[in-house]
């Protein structure tokens, strides 16, 4: 059987350099080294988007976010599937099951749910499921890599949780993916953790499109010359030297994250190459080189690719999914009882 290798990001908005390194980019130099062997499923999780607003028109939004997936490089063939997750119900019918296996605390746990319900009144219901129905988008295709950013390892983890917890008391039914460690070592980055690409003014953080200050991030619709001007801005520190230490230099560690990431290269290359360095303002135009011309290839790209082509992906992408899903839930529906 063919193994999967699956991943999703969200349409709400524009993406950053940091969703774009942190898991567009990984997902298209693994699909195009392993299409041959293994279905490529990438989806859209439009129905994960809706849990908060969304800039412009859903629907337009996901097929631009498709298009960013040719655009950075990515070669189609018969085992790249592109589908939306609402035109797959399996994905939420599979999430009812798993609410039904999880539990209120360990939600409660998520990370990403405390940051995204911090300070509100009132915090809908999607926001607390979200990682139970990001189970489902995993589980219903036995997916066992999923190129994520490092801020979504802990809905990986609850993942592998819940289909052990259901393989257990049901039946054997689900592949559980691969430890987070197995991930990294798959997406082969180098370094001890998953990618998390910094804020260029307060490289503590992570970049995120929420936040509104317009140096803080790099957008891929970017001006590129104007992208590596917020990269000569970055903010770094003061100890005069180059080296990969993201406690104590996280400014400095994020630039070469940047440049291994943005020019193919091995991190541990990266680091070599400029060990011993003192000038950051040598790194910063190497690195802002190296964002000018991803962005400049990439925009070019983009603008050639049609509308009509991501519609006939997803027209063929999502008769694979609804087949695969179906199958899987079936399955499930069984052990539970419901069939
Ligand atoms: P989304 O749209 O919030 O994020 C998309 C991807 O971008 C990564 N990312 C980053 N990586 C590195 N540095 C950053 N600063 C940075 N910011 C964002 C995220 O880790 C993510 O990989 N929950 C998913 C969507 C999803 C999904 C799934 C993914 C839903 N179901 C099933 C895989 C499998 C998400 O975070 O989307």
Not at 33 to 53: E, K, Q, R
Not at 214 to 236: F, G, Q
């Amino acid at each position: 059987m063919k193994s999967t290798i699956l991943t999703g990001i969200r349409a709400n908005s524009e993406l950053t350099l940091g969703n774009f390194l942190g898991a567009l980019l990984p997902m298209v130099r693994l699909a195009n080294t392993h299409s041959a062997d293994s279905h490529i499923n990438i989806f859209v999780p439009d129905l994960h988007s809706i849990i908060s607003a969304v800039d412009g028109e859903l629907q337009q939004n996901v097929i631009k976010s498709l298009k960013n997936y040719l655009a950075a490089g990515l070669t189609v063939n018969k085992n790249i599937h592109f589908y939306r997750q609402s035109r797959v119900p399996a994905h939420s019918e599979l999430c009812w099951i798993l609410n039904c296996v999880a539990s209120m605390g360990e939600l409660n746990r998520m990370t990403q749910y405390k940051d995204k319900s911090e300070g509100k009144d009132s915090v809908n219901v999607g926001i607390f499921d979200y990682p139970v129905l990001m189970a489902a988008d995993i589980l219903l295709y036995d997916a066992k890599y999923i190129p994520v950013g490092e801020d979504q390892f802990q809905h990986l983890e609850l993942t592998r949780r819940l289909a052990e917890r259901f393989n257990r008391k049901y039946n054997e039914i689900f592949t559980l993916p691969a430890e987070p460690k197995a991930q990294i070592e798959f997406m082969s980055t180098g370094g001890n953790d998953g990618i998390r690409i910094r804020d260029l003014q307060n490289p503590e953080k992570k970049m995120s499109k929420s936040n509104p200050a317009p140096n803080s991030k790099i957008m891929l619709s970017d001006e590129p010359t104007v992208a590596a001007k917020k990269i000569m801005s970055a903010t770094t520190d003061s100890l005069g030297k180059i080296q990969y230490d993201m406690f104590n230099q996280p400014g400095i560690s994020n630039l070469l994250q940047i440049e291994a990431l943005t020019t193919d290269t091995p991190l541990q290359d990266v680091i070599s190459t400029w060990a011993g360095e003192t000038h950051y303002g040598d790194l910063k135009q190497k690195v802002a080189e190296s964002v000018r011309v991803l962005l400049e290839d990439f925009q070019t790209k983009l603008a050639e690719i049609s509308d009509q082509q991501i519609l006939d992906l997803l027209e063929s992408g999502e008769i694979y999914a609804n087949e695969v899903a179906n199958q899987k839930l079936h399955e499930a529906q069984v052990a539970f009882g419901l069939r």
